[in-house]
């Protein structure tokens, strides 16, 4: 092991262990998060028990021997594991630490990306009452301590003074582009060894190995997987990048070169008796591509209902509606706590919001008589109840809930809570789509600074809301406004979220409409096609991509070239129906818009037909009151 080099915020960490109670250090894999809690213990509490907890523990077990013991340090490793379904409690960090004369140290490691995932994640996570208990347990840690994967001028100075141990030198030399531990992992080197795998002759089954090992985590599965998941799953990926014709090596080749340590440090695939998990460095690389249809299905068919409840939860994360649906279909036909809830979630997502609504006001009861109606809980299901009533159309009923929800969110939580400020934020933008857009600027335009003073510029509400600001106006023809609101948007999201990330695929979508609301609908075409690209790479077959295809077919049409705008529209249907389903409310506005392109080039008799089946079908899956139904009935009629 090379020597230690101190830290910045080693002091920092000795100081909060010799305090006692719950100490968080929060990094990017290879930052070093596991080697500064090592020291700075060894440091601060040498003669300290020290008891290495397991995501596999019995957790309550472990919580009751803590509990017994004077003076110990419990070392939780990847923390975001002990937070799934049926974690650890805050309850059981109460447990652990209380009682006098007891000196008990809880030591916890957890990668940026996981504990962003619990203070800002996407919204319809937000509200689960899973994610809550996992937050409530970080709340409890307190601020964390923060470890850069980058170290200071002086962590680096201190490395080279390092003379005794070469590899520390060396780690230095590196450091103006990683961190010297990312060096000393060999995370960089193992990166190229991946890429240049897939090369014919090279080790293309053992980069399939390691792609599979790598989306089973992106996927939500973290603990390592049998090669029994792992050989059919890796096929998927040798398959596209060619199969045979790569000339792949046997598999126990391929394993041997993929769990091969590089210089005494990391390996790509870490072994562990008989099963095999993907370094974390990998999962966490930026414009990784989309995970195949097919990967998620051979995981499902595969693990235990406790994990496809976090499979789950992955899929929404990643915006796979259809695949989060079945996950949690299957946690919740087997009991997983919560799953019920996270059922009519997902069917909501899924394009049935109606039936969203029915599942979610029988949990609502459930959860007034049981917590009362001001518990968080109770709280949140009224929100989606109002979210998935706009998604069915209702949006004056949506905007009348969530009128009482803000007043009663505010009343028990506070004005600058986060779920009080989403309220708020929700019902500016149901009031803009009821047709309302002036009152609706003035509700976005009074909520943005409260919420950013709140909640950070960075945090992923404050950046939506000011994505919806920018719809508005929009909607308001205020167009020049709109596009210097979205551009300066556009620009943040790159630097805080990554050019990759969906949200900022989305501000670029959002640009290029208002580039052909402005009149340039050729350069609209452009900057949509250019997205396009980059959301097929990062995304695959995904309801954003499908939307980006929609409106450029649309676009199309408005350029007078309705032949090619209708090959484009059709393809998009037939990937809509795969995706969402026939019934789903984006594929019924594709038939919509290929409907009205098809009348101007095949006649306005076929396209009637065709019409008033779509009215049929429109009004049996979103009822009469739905926007896209009305628009439907007034183009049949």
Not at 205 to 210: E, F, K, Q, T, W
Not at 213 to 227: E, F, K, N, S, T
Not at 581 to 600: F, I, K, M, N
Request: some cysteine; aromatic content about 6%; overall charge negative.
């Amino acid at each position: 092991m090379p020597a230690f080099v101190k830290r910045d915020r080693f002091d920092d960490v000795v100081r909060r262990i010799r305090q006692g109670g719950f100490v968080l250090i929060v990094g990017d894999s290879t930052a070093g998060k596991s080697r500064l809690a090592y020291e700075a213990m060894r440091m601060a509490v040498p003669e300290f028990a020290l008891l290495q907890a397991r995501p596999s523990d019995d957790l309550q077990t472990l919580s009751s021997t803590v509990s017994g013991t004077r003076r110990c340090v419990v070392w939780f490793d990847e923390f975001d594991q002990f937070l799934r379904a049926g974690g650890i409690t805050l309850e059981m960090v109460k447990a652990m630490l209380a009682g006098p004369e007891r000196q008990v140290v809880l030591l916890a490691s957890m990668r940026s990306k996981e504990y962003d995932r619990y203070s800002a994640r996407q919204r319809d996570v937000t509200d689960a009452a899973t994610w809550r208990a996992g937050r409530e347990v970080l709340l409890h840690a307190g601020e964390p301590v923060e470890l850069d994967r980058l170290w200071s001028p002086q962590e680096v100075g201190r490395a080279r003074e390092a003379d005794r141990d070469p590899r520390l030198k060396a780690a230095a030399q590196a450091s103006d582009r990683f961190g010297i531990a990312e060096v000393l992992a060999a995370g960089p080197e193992l990166l190229n060894d991946w890429t240049h795998a897939w090369h014919t002759g090279e080790h293309p089954r053992g980069a399939a190995l390691v792609a599979a090992a790598v989306d089973c985590r992106r996927m939500g599965l973290h603990r390592p997987v049998d090669a029994s998941l792992l050989v059919p799953l890796h096929e998927i990926y040798l398959s596209a990048r060619g199969g045979a014709v790569l000339r792949p090596e046997p598999l126990e080749d391929a394993l041997a070169w993929a769990t091969a340590p590089v210089q005494g440090a990391s390996s790509l695939l870490l072994p562990d008796q008989g099963r095999y998990l993907a370094f974390d460095y990998l999962i966490d690389l930026p414009g990784l591509s989309a995970i195949p249809e097919n990967s998620w299905e051979v995981l499902l068919a595969a693990i235990a209902p406790e994990e496809a409840f976090d499979v789950g939860w992955a899929a929404v994360d990643l915006m796979r509606p259809s695949i989060a649906l079945g996950a949690f279909d299957t946690a919740r036909r087997h009991g997983v706590p919560d799953a019920d809830y996270a059922h009519a979630i997902a069917l909501g997502n899924a394009g049935q919001p109606l039936a969203a609504v029915r599942l979610l006001r029988q949990l609502h009861q459930e959860r007034d008589a049981l917590l009362g109606p001001d518990h968080p809980d109770t709280l949140a299901a009224r929100h989606d109840i109002a979210r998935y009533l706009a998604e069915a159309g209702r949006l004056s009923e949506a905007v009348v809930l969530l009128d009482r929800l803000a007043s009663d969110r505010q009343r028990v939580l506070g004005p600058r809570h986060t779920a009080t400020l989403v309220t708020r934020s929700s019902r500016a933008r149901f009031l803009r789509d009821s047709g309302d857009a002036s009152q609706a600027l003035h509700l976005f335009r009074e909520l943005l600074p409260t919420m950013t003073a709140a909640l950070g510029s960075a945090h992923v509400d404050v950046l939506l809301a000011r994505q919806e600001l920018g719809r508005t106006l929009g909607h308001l023809g205020r167009t020049s406004e709109a596009l210097t609101c979205i551009t300066e948007l556009f620009e943040d999201q790159e630097r805080i979220l990554g050019a990759a990330h969906p949200h900022t695929l989305s501000t670029r979508f959002e640009l290029a409409l208002l580039v052909a609301r402005s009149g340039d609908l050729h350069q609209a075409i452009r900057t949509l096609q250019a997205v396009l690209g980059d959301q097929e790479r990062v995304l695959g077959l995904h309801s954003r991509t499908l939307s980006t295809r929609h409106q450029l077919g649309k676009l199309l049409a408005e350029t007078g070239e309705p032949e090619r705008a209708l090959e484009v529209l059709s393809e998009v249907l037939r990937d809509q129906e795969r995706f969402h389903g026939a019934s789903h409310p984006r594929t019924l506005a594709t038939r919509y818009d290929q409907l009205l392109v098809a009348r101007r080039t095949q006649g306005a008799q076929p396209a009637a037909v065709m019409l008033a089946a779509l009215q049929e079908d429109c009004l049996r899956a979103l009822g009469s009151s739905h926007p896209l139904t009305r628009a439907v009935t007034t183009a049949a009629t």
